[in-house]
Nanobody, 124 residues
């Protein structure tokens, strides 16, 4: 399984970005998907996750609740992260992740596959 993340970039505080992660796997709907991020000098943290199949269950970290939205399109094997009202503290490398175990709040050690990361920089 390969995960290809895209959509990062430089944006001013208050702006928006949409990250995409395309998966090269035939059984994409069988995986719960997630976005993690890692800021310089900090540990990688879970930002948002979406359940397998229809994606009816979503989890958000408290720091992004109400600003970020995770979604999936199984026909396109793609998961998205819509990020609105961005803040400088959202600056990080964002990684998409796939979990075969179906957790809606995966820990780092539960992730089976990682994307390569895409850099999001929010200027003040």
């Amino acid at each position: 399984v390969q995960l290809q993340a895209s959509g990062g970039g430089l944006v001013q505080a208050g702006g928006s970005l949409r990250l995409s992660c395309a998966a090269s796997v035939r059984t994409f709907s069988a995986y719960s998907m997630a976005w993690f991020r890692q800021a310089p000098g900090k540990e990688r943290e879970l930002v948002a996750a979406i359940s397998w199949s229809s994606g009816s269950i979503a989890y958000y970290a408290a720091s992004v609740q109400g600003r970020f939205t995770i979604s999936r399109d199984n026909a396109k094997n793609t998961v998205y992260l819509q990020m609105n009202s961005l803040k400088p503290e959202d600056t990080a490398v964002y990684y998409c992740a796939a979990d075969r175990g179906g957790s809606t709040r995966p820990r780092l050690d539960q992730v089976d596959y990682w994307g390569q990361g895409t850099l999001v920089t929010v200027s003040s």
